[in-house]
T-cell receptor, first 106, second 111 residues
Framework: KNEVEQSPQNLTAQEGEFITINCSYS?????LHWLQQHPGGGIVSLFM???GKKKHGRLIATINIQEKHSSLHITASHPRDSAVYIC????????FGAGTRLTVKP | KAGVTQTPRYLIKTRGQQVTLSCSPI?????VSWYQQTPGQGLQFLFE???????NKGNFPGRFSGRQFSNSRSEMNVSTLELGDSALYLC??????????FGPGTRLTVT
């Protein structure tokens, strides 16, 4: 079993829909990252959080340390949100989920 | 501020050769981490350097090594290349363990 599990693996949504991507982990962590990777490979760190909730524009990330679970929400999704979203936890080192491929159709 | 830069962007090598990849962090960032991304294994942590010292190392064979210079620039080296080393190699810099900023990556193909 992977130490960092993401769901769903693939997600297709219509423009405007509310999207949730989940991340569960089984190790003790000091922080968790949500990363966005567009085709071509470029990775952008969306959030780094160790507790509670963070919001940036249409993106919201939450983490529940007790339940070892984090969620990334996208409100009013747009085709430009189409990308792979990766959850990464900082434990002894950085460990990654397999990613969620999001496609938002116009 | 300029972002994280990596050179070269693309590289083709043959089995048995060695390769050196370079990463220049954002000015002021002293932490540089390296990652390997393959279709089969996804993203995997290679190592982290801070102030010229390796602070952490992932589960990779000794063929993978790195170093960091006094100006925080970092290099990673892979010796005796294998076909399975074909991957996108990413580096990221951060300021004192805060949010990481990723470079565009070096795509290595081993033939």
């Amino acid at each position: 079993k992977n130490e960092v599990e993401q769901s769903p693996q693939n997600l297709t949504a219509q423009e405007g829909e509310f999207i949730t991507i989940n991340c569960s982990y089984s190790v003790g962590i000091s922080a968790l990252h949500w990363l966005q990777q567009h085709p071509g490979g470029g990775i952008v760190s969306l959030f780094m959080l160790s507790s509670g909730k963070k919001k940036h524009g249409r993106l919201i990330a939450t983490i529940n340390i007790q339940e070892k679970h984090s969620s990334l929400h996208i409100t009013a999704s747009h085709p430009r949100d189409s990308a792979v979203y990766i959850c990464a936890v900082i434990s002894d080192d950085m460990r990654f989920g397999a990613g969620t491929r999001l496609t938002v159709k116009p | 501020k300029a972002g994280v830069t990596q050179t070269p962007r693309y590289l083709i090598k043959t089995r048995g050769q060695q390769v050196t990849l370079s990463c220049s962090p954002i000015s002021g960032h002293r932490s540089v981490s390296w990652y390997q991304q393959t279709p089969g294994q996804g993203l995997q942590f290679l190592f982290e350097y801070f102030s010229e010292t390796q602070r952490n190392k992932g589960n990779f064979p000794g063929r993978f090594s790195g170093r960091q210079f006094s100006n925080s620039r970092s290099e990673m080296n892979v010796s005796t290349l294998e076909l399975g080393d074909s991957a996108l190699y990413l580096c990221a810099s951060s300021y004192k363990g805060h949010e990481q900023y990723f470079g565009p990556g070096t795509r290595l193909t081993v033939t």
